[in-house]
């Protein structure tokens, strides 16, 4: 087998941590399979975008090897997350169109892709996601989806693969896709032996405990806003669908079209957002009665309160409860 070429892709505005870390990842894969006795099964290149010493916002610089600019041939594209919240993401796509245009063509040069985090966008943004399954960090998801309809993202997967794309989830989370890439390059052996190294989660397949939610705000629906505003005042009541409809004078039918188009969830998948929203932040304050819990966010049956409960974040209540309990933590 030969070996192939991997460009991590080094902006100014990368997020720091996730750079540092996948570098290593990858470093530490490559010399475990020559230790192995096997030959290397990839080189890694940094690679800028103008210039070959890149300051990012923190006091670190990093020299690359070669820039955009540069004309080579190679296999692999990583394109790490960006620094920065959705507020600046137009300013940065315009900023980095240099880029999105090299990973188009890296792409149709038969490069894979692996996207971390938040570089989802640029991946997004060049179309190659259009029609394939996609995660990214869950904060960001919903900004996403309103610019890239087109893609089907899985927000609570930590890793997707299509064709010659992964994607990697949240955070440190992201680190599992490249795990994944390690494990399909160079053997589950070497992937489990990084993974305990650097006391990463091996293997996990959802990042819907991470999940905060946030009342999927970021749309101009007024009467939704409204619509919204009165869910989150009256989430422990026994409130209808019916009822919130007539609040903001519409058809039932209308009313959850235009709540399903404004928020991307219909609004009984809001209310049980919500109620299981304020559940886990009881749980993490140090409520250990789990029936106290479930009365208190608007429910009466403990079974519907746990099944909601889990399909939502992916952990029963009493598992959340032991994990995230401020006050046990604190012992």
């Not at 087998?1 to 530490?28: F, K, N, P």
């Not at 300051?55 to 620094?83: M, S, Y």
Request: include cysteine.
């Amino acid at each position: 087998m030969r070996t192939r070429h991997i460009s991590v892709i080094v902006y100014e505005d990368v997020l720091l941590t996730a750079l540092s870390s996948t570098v290593a990842l990858l470093t530490g894969a490559r010399e475990a399979v020559i230790r192995s006795g096997r030959p290397a099964p990839f080189e890694i290149d940094l690679v800028s975008v103008n210039r070959n010493d890149v300051q990012l916002r923190f006091p670190v610089q990093f020299h690359c090897a070669k820039t955009l600019g540069e004309d080579f041939e190679t296999d692999i594209v990583v394109v790490p997350p960006v620094n920065t919240d959705d507020t600046e993401i137009d300013n940065l796509l315009l900023k980095y169109n240099k880029v999105i245009s090299w990973i188009a063509e890296k792409y149709q040069r038969k490069a894979q892709i692996i996207s971390l985090c938040t570089g989802a966008y640029f991946v997004a943004e060049c179309g190659l996601l259009n029609g394939m399954p996609a995660t990214s960090h869950w904060g960001a998801i919903d900004d996403m989806r309103k610019r890239y309809p087109l893609v089907n993202f899985r927000p609570e997967q930590v890793v997707t693969q299509s064709e010659a794309i992964i994607t990697g989830g949240g955070g440190f989370s992201a680190l599992s896709a490249v795990l994944y890439f390690i494990e399909k390059t160079c053997g589950k052996e070497v992937a489990i032996t990084l993974s305990k190294y650097y006391a990463l989660d091996y293997g996990r397949k959802s990042q819907s405990i991470f999940t905060i939610f946030s009342g999927h705000r970021g749309h101009n629906d007024d009467d939704i806003h409204q619509a919204q505003t009165f869910i989150e005042n009256e989430f422990k009541a026994d409130i209808s669908v019916d009822q919130i409809a007539g609040r903001v004078n519409m058809s039932k039918r209308n009313f959850i079209r235009r709540f399903k188009s404004a928020t991307s969830l219909n609004p009984i998948e809001y209310i049980q957002r919500i109620k299981i929203e304020a559940a886990k932040k009881s749980l993490e304050a140090g409520e250990s009665n789990i029936a106290y819990v479930t009365y208190d966010v608007g429910y009466n049956d403990l079974k519907t309160f746990r099944t909601i409960f889990k399909r939502i974040t992916g952990l029963t209540p009493i598992e959340y409860r032991n994990r995230y309990n401020t006050e046990t933590l604190a012992r």
